[in-house]
């Protein structure tokens, strides 16, 4: 069966400082995944996304991401973290081309001054 | 870049109405999902759509919920008769073929 698992529900780093919001899941096919942002009381915007190409992608704002099928893993990171980075993070899978495409549970990122 | 619509941004409705959400998803997708999202939660799955039918549903679409897509653009949620707890921003979906979501802005349907 398909899942995702977003690790952390709540992640807290300090400005200029690296970030790590962890994603892993489990797939019966080639999976797709991919980080989205939701700041509050705004919609869902893609970071970036993996479709079996490089495996480590780079998208908006700093951020990429690895995909590292080994570890079942699809961990978003960021060299140094800004104020306007606090967000809602969402890890997505969508499987067999898109026949079932589920959500992580959500990670929050709190960055202090 | 394509972009799935959704209408109206703001709904407003009383407990035991029925409300209508509208999608349109991008024109070559084959895929259209209905997400949930009560405040400050999770997004929560709704139902799944293709080749004109429901090809998966979770727990929370019981009855009073139902999709349908009248005009092959349209994508449309109703809920019957609406409750408190129903109150949520609703996101639509459409997905490409290599499995990437498509997302619209939602529908903040807000039920007093």
């Known amino acids: 069966a398909q899942s995702v698992t977003q690790l952390d529900s709540h992640v807290s780093v300090s400005e200029g400082t690296p970030v790590l919001l962890r994603c892993n899941y489990s797939?019966?096919?080639?999976?797709?995944l991919f980080w989205y942002v939701q700041h509050p009381n705004k919609g869902l915007q893609l970071l970036l996304k993996y479709t079996s190409a490089a495996t480590l992608v780079k998208g908006i704002n700093g951020f990429e991401a690895e995909f590292k099928k080994s570890e079942t893993s699809f961990h978003l990171t960021k060299p140094s973290a800004h104020m306007s980075d606090a967000a809602e993070y969402f890890c997505v899978v969508s499987d067999n081309g898109g026949f079932k495409t589920i959500f992580g549970a959500g990670t929050r990122l709190f960055v202090k001054a | 870049e394509p972009e799935v619509t959704q209408t109206p941004s703001h709904q407003v409705t009383q407990m035991g109405q029925e409300v209508i959400l509208r999608c349109v998803p991008i024109?070559?997708?084959?895929?259209f999902y209905w997400y949930r999202q009560i405040l400050g939660q999770k997004v929560e799955f709704l139902v799944s759509f293709y080749n004109n039918e429901i090809s998966e549903k979770s727990e929370i679409f019981d009855d009073q919920f139902s999709v349908e897509r009248p005009d092959g653009s349209n994508f449309t949620l109703k809920i019957r008769s609406t409750k408190l707890e129903d109150s949520a921003m609703y996101f639509c979906?459409?997905?490409?073929?290599?499995?990437?979501?498509?997302f619209g802005p939602g529908t903040r349907l807000t039920v007093t």
């Open positions: 024109s070559n997708h084959l895929y």
């Open positions: 797939s019966s096919y080639s999976p797709s």
């Open positions: 979906a459409s997905v490409s073929g290599d499995g990437h979501p498509y």
